[in-house]
């Protein structure tokens, strides 16, 4: 990580998603550096961005900014977006045992709509949890098992799981289960259910921040904050080599556009790209044994599956959520049902979320056979598209989830130690952690590594601190 020479140091950022956009605005904007940010994409946002097609704004799947943001962070994201960072409540429904159920849950709905048996046999998975104390290992199928019992684990987590990362639950690291299941005992999900009850409801539960002109419109107002501030941001610039320095000399990054190259001198290089990226990145070779970690730690992509339909709405939900297998799709969005993105008339777009492997037949598929299948999942779901859509598009994401299989750690942690090994180097960000993070997670990273840089010296052991606490980042759906 280390010391750059005299002066305000350079540092170029790789990658214009949250994580990069928010570096490179506080970099500037406390003068801890002279930055350049480089992005592939002619947009902002990575993962996090908003597009426009046939008249109407539209997220990368359903994304909203959830309360449990950093309040400081909140805080300038409010002053840069104003009234445009709309607070609102969720209303989304959960697809289980053939019904829909409110999400966030809801004690009355779930009494009335689910089926007594499922009740109790949650009640009777809650009372017997001693007894399944310690069986099985530490998979997403163990920890689930113990801690929530069978119905759950049967019913929902299982079947989703199998969905979201392609894999059983078996093969899957128990740090999974702990990373992505906020409500991980069948107590704490009693918690979640009662603390929707008006009385007992803490502010902001069931509510979320979402900006007028799409969730992307976080990172456009950190783009244009960033650039006030003097950050050079280069979009459709694709980072090809990275030359790693001797002594005091600078990085060298080598840069693509439309087959153009160029080069750009750095006294620190902060990465939010795929932490896998980095070693194939670097000119030099690297070692036999992390050549092999790149391709033992992976990443589930995703399809994103736009629909627009002639119609003035499909339905009043934000989002609805298939957990179970019958279900191809694991969500399915309605952005003209979120505040602001309202604005056509008279048509509506859905967008439904189909996880894959890069470069399976799910990715290859065309748009045409993929819009198909959107359409069978939604009538076996029980809600069929009225009529048929008058256009389909997909958009594909290479990197949308990490997948922690059992045993990834050792590789991660080889990957992670030849970045640190790295000459004033940093990895962050959901891609450069491997983090199955929230945006305000990755805007958490981005400000506490702004935080270790200071007179042009990157203070690591802050940095380790910073790293704990990024450890016990908990997802957000
Ligand atoms: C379907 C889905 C739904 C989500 N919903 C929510 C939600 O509701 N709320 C929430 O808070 N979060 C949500 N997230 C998570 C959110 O999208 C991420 O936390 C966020 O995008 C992470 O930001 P990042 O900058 O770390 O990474 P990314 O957004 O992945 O940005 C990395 C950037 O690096 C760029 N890059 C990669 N390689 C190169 C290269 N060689 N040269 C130049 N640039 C390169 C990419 O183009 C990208 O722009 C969701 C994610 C997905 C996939």
């Known amino acids: 990580m280390g010391e750059a020479g005299g002066g305000v140091p350079r540092v170029v950022v790789l990658g214009g998603g949250p994580a990069g956009l928010g570096a490179a605005w506080q970099l500037a904007a406390r003068g801890r550096a002279r930055v350049t940010l480089v992005e592939q994409n002619s947009w902002f946002g990575g993962n996090a961005a908003s597009f426009e097609w046939e008249g109407q704004r539209l997220d990368f799947g359903s994304h909203r900014l959830h309360p449990a943001c950093d309040p400081a962070i909140l805080a300038e994201l409010k002053q840069l977006l104003r009234a445009d960072l709309i607070d609102r409540p969720r209303h989304g429904r959960i697809r289980l045992l053939g019904r829909f159920i409110h999400f966030p849950l809801k004690p009355l709905d779930l009494a009335l709509r689910l089926p007594p048996s499922f ?16 069986v099985g290992g530490d998979t997403f199928a163990a920890v689930l098992q113990e801690n929530l019992g069978p119905v759950m684990c049967r019913r929902f987590y299982f079947p989703y799981a199998r969905k979201l990362w392609g894999r059983d639950p078996a093969e899957l690291s ?8 906020a ?49 050079e941001l280069l979009l459709e610039h694709r980072v090809k080599l990275l030359e790693s320095p001797r002594g005091a000399a600078p990085w060298r ?7 153009k190259e160029s080069v750009l001198e750095a006294d620190f290089v902060w990465s939010t790209l795929p932490v896998t990226l980095v070693p194939k990145l670097l000119a030099e070779p690297p070692p036999a044994a992390i050549a092999a970690a790149t391709s033992a730690v992976r990443y589930r992509a995703m399809l994103l599956i736009y629909l627009k339909l002639p119609i003035e709405r499909f339905t009043e939900f934000d989002a609805h959520y298939f957990p179970e297998a019958e279900i191809a799709i694991t969500r399915l969005s309605e952005p003209k049902n979120y505040p602001g993105l309202g604005v056509p ?40 598209l009225p009529v048929a859509p008058s256009a389909v598009r997909v958009m594909r994401l290479p990197q949308a989830y990490p997948t922690y299989l059992n045993g990834y750690e050792q590789p991660l942690a080889e990957l992670d130690r030849f970045c640190d090994a790295l000459p004033r180097f940093l990895t962050f960000g959901r891609q450069g952690l491997f ?30 601190e910073y790293r704990k606490v990024f450890a016990t980042h908990v997802v957000e759906d």
């Not at 990054?253 to 087959?259: A, E, L, N, T, Y």
């Not at 439904?352 to 009538?379: F, I, M, N, Q, S």
């Not at 993070?437 to 380790?464: E, P, Q, S």
């Open 253 to 259: 990054v080598w840069i693509d556009r439309g087959g």
């Open 174 to 181: 128990g740090i999974q289960a702990r990373r992505r299941v």
């Open 345 to 384: 008339h008279g048509s509506t777009t859905l967008c439904a979320e189909l996880p894959c492997e890069l470069g399976d037949d799910r990715w290859k598929a065309d748009d045409r056979a993929l819009g198909d299948l959107v359409a069978a999942d939604l009538a076996r779901a029980g809600i069929p």
């Open 183 to 231: 409500a991980g005992t069948v107590w704490k999900l009693v918690r979640k259910v009662l603390s929707m009850v008006p009385g007992l409801k803490k502010p902001g539960a069931g509510r979320f921040w979402y900006p007028r002109l799409g969730f992307g419109q976080i990172s456009d107002a950190i783009a244009a904050a960033a650039q006030r501030s003097g950050a």
């Open 435 to 464: 983090q199955h993070d929230n945006t305000h997670h990755a805007l958490a990273m981005a400000w506490g590594a702004v935080d270790c840089l200071d007179g042009g010296r990157f203070d690591a052991a802050k940095w380790g």
């Open 119 to 134: 009740g109790l046999g949650l009640a009777k998975d809650g009372l017997l949890k001693p007894l399944r104390r310690g």
